[in-house]
């Protein structure tokens, strides 16, 4: 699944790196927001197992935030904010995924 938030666009025009305190609370946000929607998805038995992953683009940018594989994989029920990493439009990671893995269907996100 994949969203595009229309808040919060001026927050993300600083370049890669050059992150502002706004941007970091933002992109946050989008972090426990993709962790609830994968929650909802499991408890409403639309996924099963581990299976499934939603994404979001970044207002202002090409990459997105995608939930991935972390090293210790609970399944969607269990999803956590730690377990989304930012991805580019390459479909490479974007920073310190932090042992978080891509999803072997991480193309078909990056082209929506």
């Given at each position: 699944?994949?969203?595009?938030?229309?808040?919060?666009?001026?927050?993300?025009?600083?370049?890669?790196?050059?992150?502002?305190?706004?941007?970091?609370?933002?992109?946050?946000?989008?972090?426990?927001?993709i962790?609830?929607?994968?929650?909802?998805?499991?408890?409403?038995?639309?996924?099963?197992?581990?299976?499934?992953?939603?994404?979001?683009r970044?207002?202002?940018?090409?990459?997105?935030?995608?939930?991935?594989?972390?090293?210790?994989?609970?399944?969607?029920?269990?999803?956590?904010?730690?377990?989304?990493?930012?991805?580019?439009?390459?479909?490479?990671p974007?920073?310190?995924?932090?042992?978080?893995?891509?999803c072997s269907?991480?193309?078909m996100?990056?082209?929506?």
């Amino acid at each position: 699944m994949h969203g595009n938030i229309e808040n919060g666009d001026a927050a993300m025009t600083q370049p890669k790196g050059e992150r502002t305190r706004e941007e970091r609370q933002l992109l946050d946000h989008y972090r426990e927001l993709i962790a609830t929607s994968c929650q909802i998805l499991a408890q409403h038995g639309l996924v099963r197992g581990s299976t499934g992953h939603v994404s979001q683009r970044i207002p202002g940018s090409d990459d997105i935030l995608i939930r991935g594989r972390p090293n210790v994989d609970k399944g969607l029920r269990f999803a956590e904010p730690s377990s989304v990493i930012r991805i580019g439009p390459d479909a490479m990671p974007v920073g310190n995924t932090r042992g978080v893995s891509r999803c072997s269907e991480i193309y078909m996100h990056t082209e929506m």
